[in-house]
């Protein structure tokens, strides 16, 4: 089957750095999306990689390894108004879009 | 209006009930998508309208029926729901090339759908 694992939560202190895993087994690998959800808002695009690396944007950066099946969105001098949810998903090979679950961020003061 | 829109947003129906949720996009995009969204779990994609193609996903009940009359607008009629169909009804689009797609998908804020 296919399966993309965040984690559930996670807790960080405003300023500070916070890495966001996001591990997928899928059959075949088309790219990878990161999505930022407030609650009871929509999802918002923030990077997409397809290459192995890392890409910066900002206070924002998203790295991929295909040959670890792995990512993570890196977000630093974190603002309190990060506290959001970041979905991965994937592209695999038939071009479908695979989500994970999500990792619900909480950024204290 | 811009972007991907969506309404109502919030919506409770009885179970005896029929509703319709309507999404219109604002991008020139030929492709919309609904998905179900409930808490913890990963995003569901319903239905997808692409290229003048429906797409469904074979787990989605029947009392879920798409509409998409042009490529702006897209309509979810919802009839005799269950209280497990409580959920976040997420409509999306994006801009596909035929064959082969790693398009961004844009979302609109939601319908919040409670079933008594």
């Known amino acids: 089957g296919q399966n993309i694992d965040q984690p559930t939560e996670m807790t960080a202190t405003e300023g500070a750095i916070v890495q966001i895993n996001c591990t997928y087994q899928t059959s075949g690998f088309n790219g990878l999306f990161w999505y930022q959800q407030h609650a009871g808002e929509a999802p918002t695009f923030l990077s997409y990689n397809v290459l192995d690396g890392l890409e910066e944007k900002g206070r924002f950066s998203s790295f991929l390894s295909r040959s670890k099946g792995y990512s993570y969105l890196l977000l630093k001098e974190l603002q309190m108004k990060d506290s959001a949810s970041y979905l991965c998903?994937?592209?695999?090979?038939?071009?479908?879009?695979?989500w994970g679950a999500g990792t619900k961020l909480i950024i204290k003061p | 209006e811009t972007g991907v829109t969506q309404t109502p947003r919030h919506l409770v129906m009885g179970m005896t009930n029929k509703k319709s949720l309507k999404c219109e996009q604002h991008?020139?995009?030929?492709?919309m998508y609904w998905y179900k969204q409930s808490a913890k779990k990963p995003l569901e994609l319903m239905f997808v309208y692409s290229l003048e193609e429906r797409v469904e996903n074979n787990s989605v009940p029947s009392r879920f029926s798409p509409e998409c009359p042009n490529s702006s607008h897209l309509f979810l009629h919802l009839h005799t729901l269950q209280p497990e169909d409580s959920a976040l009804y997420l409509c999306?689009?994006?801009?596909?090339?035929?064959?082969?797609?790693?398009?961004?998908?844009?979302f609109g804020p939601g319908t919040r759908l409670t079933v008594l």
């Open positions: 991008l020139g995009h030929n492709a």
């Open positions: 999306a689009s994006s801009q596909r090339v035929k064959g082969e797609s790693t398009d961004t998908q844009y």
């Open positions: 998903a994937v592209i695999d090979s038939n071009y479908q879009l695979i």
